[in-house]
Every structure is written in C-alpha cells, then in structure tokens.
C-alpha cells in the first residue's frame, strides 16, 4: 500500500493506493476517516482491483479546506475529480457511506463520464426534510461539542446512542475511534456545521438520470437511526435498474461488514466491466 496525497487546490488531500485493475475509489462519511468505508478489508485488492482512499477535507490527515464555509457537497465533489485526475484515472467504480455516498452521487450527475459503477452506502441526505431547523440544530450542537470539549466534547453532546442496549457499547468505541483520528478537529466542527446544510442534489427525481449499474446498501433503523433504511429505499427506487441490498434480520450491518462491502463492490465492478 503507498500513500498519496492529492493537491485539491488550495488543500492537501492525504490517502492510499495499492492494488491493479478495475479502479475503485472509497469516499468514507462525515466525522470518518479512509478506513472507514471497507474497515480494512484487502479482498478487492485481492480480487483484482487498484483501490483508492483518501481521507475528505478536513478529515484525517487531510488539510483544512481553505475557507470555515468550503464543506459543501460541491467543494467534495471536485476533491473527488481532483483526486481522479491526479491518479490518472478516467472512470472509476465509486463506493461511498453516507457523506460519500452523498459525493459520489454529485458527480454522477455532473459528470457521468467519470463513473463506472455505484455502491451509494447508507445515504441519508433527504431532500425533503434537509432545511428542518431541529434538525440543523442538532448538527450545530455536535460541531459546539466537538470545538469546544474534542471527542468526548461531542459524545456529550449526542447523548446515549438511539440503538438496542447490545449494540451501544460498540457504538460508543467507534464514535470516539472515528473522531480520534482527525489532525484538524476544528475543521471537522466546521464540516459538522457545513455539510448537512448542503444538496448534492435538488430532488430525488433527479436520480433517473444515472444510467451506470448501481448497487444501493440501507441499514436497518433499529442499528443504524441515522441512516433511515426508508431513504436508502427510495434512492434504489428512483435510480433506474438500482439494486438495493438490506440487511438480514438479526445480523450486523452490512456496512458495518468489510469483507461483505468488498464483495459487493467488485460485484458491481464486474458488471460494470462487463457493460
């Protein structure tokens, strides 16, 4: 594995590299790092692929972005298509949680000649409800917590997990591995503030105009609130010939799963190959 970091103009993109192949870039979620989309796994590098991942603005090892406001799905976006420019890469197979998949889905739209296949994981980002003052609200709390009290600053401020007793431990040691990981904890206080405020997109409907094979993975509620398995639902269904992958009761999260992701990522990477 070789570590790149990628000029985003103005910023440091800081990621990793290893394997060849059909490329596959990973793009993790908001408060995450790069090793949390296939959480280590080396089965697609096995599998035969060259897999990117790189840690978003101010995530990470990654800069700041140049200005407190540049977390939009925007700013995100042209991260990405700097990062595949300077990889030399065309077209890839994009795979991304929640933000990322958020991401990836930006450029789908504006630039669909740079996209082999999707794997769009736990989305979260509802057109419908993207303004709700509550809602905001509780993003602004967790950025405050975060600025002024660092990691346990933020679990303060998001309180005891909305999830069953047997998975709130486990939940909590994630949430504080995630945000130890950061060298700009400011900066993701201001991507905390910045991003949820952001569209990648204006309505769902806009969706039908993604023509490459997508595969869309939707947590189910009772471990996973945050991420409503009803929105990962309606992407698959407003994505034409989308393939949704639900969770088998009683089992952990297939995104919570690297080698099950991975699996899927080359799935969709075939098909893709194969068109």
């Known amino acids: 594995m070789a570590e790149i970091v990628v000029d985003g103009g103005g910023l440091e993109l800081a990621g990793d590299e290893s394997g060849e192949g059909i490329p596959v ?22 599998s035969g692929h060259r897999v990117i991942a790189y840690d978003a603005r101010g995530h990470g090892r990654s800069s700041p972005a140049p200005s407190r406001d540049a977390y939009t799905y925007g700013d995100l976006g042209r991260d990405l298509i700097a990062v595949l420019d300077a990889r030399g890469i065309e077209r890839a197979v994009l795979a991304g949680a929640s933000m990322g998949a958020h991401t990836l889905l930006w450029l789908a739209l504006r630039a669909p000649e740079r996209v082999g296949a999707l794997v769009v994981i736990t989305p979260a980002y509802d057109p419908v409800v993207n303004e709700d003052e509550a809602r905001l609200a509780r993003w602004e709390a967790l950025a405050d917590g975060l600025e002024q009290g660092g990691v346990e600053g933020f679990i303060a401020a998001q309180g005891r997990p909305v999830v069953p007793e047997a998975w709130q431990e486990t939940v909590l040691k994630v949430t504080r591995q995630r945000l130890s990981q950061h060298e700009y904890p400011q900066a993701v206080a201001d991507a905390l503030r910045g991003v949820p405020r952001s569209r990648p997109f204006g309505t769902l409907d806009e969706l039908s105009a993604i023509s490459a094979p997508v595969a869309v993975v939707a947590s189910a509620d009772e471990p996973d609130p945050g991420h409503p398995q009803a929105v990962g639902e309606a992407y698959a269904e407003a994505i034409p010939g989308a393939r949704l992958v639900l969770d088998e009761p009683g089992r952990s999260p297939i995104a919570w799963q690297g080698s099950q992701l991975s699996k899927l990522i080359a799935e969709v990477a075939s098909e893709a190959d194969a068109r």
């Not at 408060?31 to 096995?46: D, P, W």
Request: aromatic share 4%.
């Open 25 to 46: 870039v990973l793009l993790h979620g908001l408060t995450a790092t790069r090793r949390y989309v296939v959480m280590g796994s080396r089965a697609l590098e096995r």
